[in-house]
């Protein structure tokens, strides 16, 4: 039987994922832009940065849960 909390963690963390996601595709437009001699503004670099941490935080703990769940039911 599927573990409740188990099951919210998934949704939460794979809802997270999504949501960093489309805040990754929302600034695609600027940095696609840019020209071959042009250089991205700092605030552009740094909302960048800040986006593709929270990607990966979000990502990382999503396969994290993927992870357990798999490893829960070899053991089970």
């Known amino acids: 039987m599927a573990d ?5 963690a998934l949704k ?3 809802l997270g994922a999504l949501e960093s996601a489309a805040a990754l595709d ?3 437009s600027k940095v696609t832009a840019i ?3 042009g250089d991205i503004p700092p605030a ?3 909302e960048l940065g800040r986006l593709t941490l929270a990607h990966a935080v979000a990502s990382q703990a ?3 849960l993927v992870e357990a769940i ?3 039911r070899d053991v089970g």
């Open 4 to 8: 409740v909390n188990e099951l919210r």
């Open 12 to 14: 939460a963390s794979l």
């Open 26 to 28: 929302a600034i695609k």
């Open 35 to 37: 020209p071959p001699d």
């Open 44 to 46: 552009d670099l740094e």
């Open 62 to 64: 999503l396969r994290g």
């Open 70 to 72: 798999r490893a829960r």
